[in-house]
């Protein structure tokens, strides 16, 4: 069954130019982007899209990193999407993601007090339609 999943490229991918060479993984993989929106999130958009993180020790550096600076939102659809982009995405750690994943060729760790890791993606069709709502209310 085609399904769709809510992407972030987070505000370390836009500030290092890396939104193209992602979104050129995600098209390569052979998804379909079906909306795309350079935004910068608010806490109070945070606290819905990481609701099952609220008060645990990275949560506030969370928020800090995530409202630092624009994120590319993104809707990808396709056969399986949730869980190719998750696999396409690698490990939440980016130190020890996987070569060929986007964080584990892209990303590493730049901070103790939060993983910054590129990107975002839905880990559950409930999550997915959770949170495109939170992000496209309009789709
Ligand atoms: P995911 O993004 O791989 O789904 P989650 O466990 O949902 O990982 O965590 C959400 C985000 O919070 C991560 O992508 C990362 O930016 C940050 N994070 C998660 N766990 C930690 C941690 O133990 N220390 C610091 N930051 C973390
Ligand atoms: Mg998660």
Redesign the pocket.
Known sequence: MTERTLILVKPDGVKRGLAGEILRRIEAKGYTLVAIDLRTATAELLAKH?EE?VGKP?YEP?VEFMTSGPSLAIVAEGERVIEGFRSLAGT?DPTAAPPGTIRGDLGRQWST?????LV?GS?SPESADREIGIWFPAL
């Open positions: 990481y993180h990275f969370l939440t007090a939060v993983l910054q890791n975002h880990d």
